[in-house]
C-alpha cells in the first residue's frame, strides 16, 4: 500500500456555536496518495469545500485530526500553518483570483515571493512555470488580455511555485467550456503524474470523472458508497 502524503481521521466540523450549530462534516475519512486524481463530488451544501479548506489548512477542523507525510498538523500555530500551506498545497479556485494589474509573470511572482524567493530568480522561474503549462508565449500579458482558459493556467502555475505535493482546486472547469477544460484535465493529469503529486478536485462536472483515479461521494457530510480498494483507478485516468 502506498504511504499517504496526507490523512485524515474523525473530521467533525461545525459552523455556529451551541444550540444553532450546524455540522456539515460528520466522522470523515482520508487518505491522499501520491500521483492521483481524487474528485470530491455531491449534491450542493454536502461539505466539498469545507472538507479541502480543512485537507488544505485553511480551515481548522472542530474535531479530528491530520498528518502530513506522516507529521501531525494538530498542534500548530497559525505561523507554522502558513508555512505548511505555502510548502505542500497549491490552491486553485475557480474564480482564479488573479491581479488584474499584473502580468501573468508577476502574478505567479506573486506566490514564489510570499516563499522569499530574489526576485531576479523569482522572475526566470515564474517564466518556466508559465512554459510548463503551455503560456511561454504569455508570459508579459495581462489577464484582461488572456482567454479564461489561459487564466485558469496562469492560476495553475501559480499553484505550482512552491513545488507543491497537493494541489486542490475547487471546481477548476466550472467556467470553462468543454475543449479548455479537458485541456485544463489533461494539464492537472500530467501534474500529477509526472510529479508525483496528488490533485484533490471538487467538482460538479461529469466530463472529468474520466481523468479520476477516485470519486469520493459527499453526502450530508459523510463520504457514501466508498469503492472497494480494488476499484482504485479505472478509465483514461488510471494511474498505474
Ligand atoms: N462560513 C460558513 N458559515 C456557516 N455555514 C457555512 C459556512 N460555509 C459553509 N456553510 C454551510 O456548510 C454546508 C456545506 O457547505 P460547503 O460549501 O462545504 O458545501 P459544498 O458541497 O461545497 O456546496 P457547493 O457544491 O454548493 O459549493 C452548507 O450547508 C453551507 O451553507
Request: proline share 5%.
Amino acid at each position: 500500500m502506498m504511504q499517504p502524503i496526507l490523512s485524515a481521521r474523525g473530521l467533525v466540523h461545525n459552523f455556529g456555536e451551541g444550540p444553532s450549530a450546524v455540522q456539515v462534516l460528520k466522522n470523515i475519512d482520508i487518505d491522499i496518495l501520491p500521483a492521483e486524481v481524487l474528485l470530491l463530488v455531491g449534491p450542493s451544501g454536502s461539505g466539498k469545500t469545507t472538507l479541502v479548506h480543512i485537507l488544505g489548512h485553511l480551515l481548522r477542523p472542530t474535531a479530528g485530526k491530520i498528518t502530513i507525510c506522516g507529521k501531525s498538523t494538530e498542534t500548530l500555530d497559525e505561523d507554522r500553518l502558513a508555512e505548511l500551506r505555502l510548502q505542500h498545497f497549491g490552491f486553485i479556485f475557480q474564480a482564479h483570483n488573479l491581479f488584474p494589474m499584473l502580468t501573468a509573470t508577476e502574478n505567479v511572482m506573486v506566490a514564489l515571493d510570499l516563499m522569499g524567493v530574489d526576485k531576479d530568480v523569482a522572475r526566470v522561474r515564474a517564466h518556466e512555470l508559465l512554459g510548463s503549462v503551455g503560456l511561454g508565449h504569455r508570459v508579459d500579458a495581462f489577464p484582461a488580455e488572456l482567454s479564461i482558459g489561459q487564466k485558469q493556467r496562469v492560476a495553475i502555475a501559480r499553484a505550482l511555485a512552491a513545488d507543491p505535493e497537493i494541489l486542490i482546486a475547487d471546481e477548476p472547469t466550472a467556467a470553462l467550456d468543454s475543449e479548455n477544460g479537458l485541456k485544463a484535465m489533461e494539464l492537472l493529469q500530467a501534474l500529477a503524474r509526472n510529479g508525483r503529486r496528488a490533485v484533490v478536485i471538487v467538482t460538479h462536472d461529469f466530463r472529468i470523472f474520466q481523468f479520476a483515479n477516485r470519486v469520493l461521494h459527499l453526502e450530508d457530510g459523510r463520504i457514501v458508497d466508498k469503492p472497494p480498494e480494488s476499484s482504485h483507478s479505472f478509465g483514461a485516468g488510471s494511474a498505474s
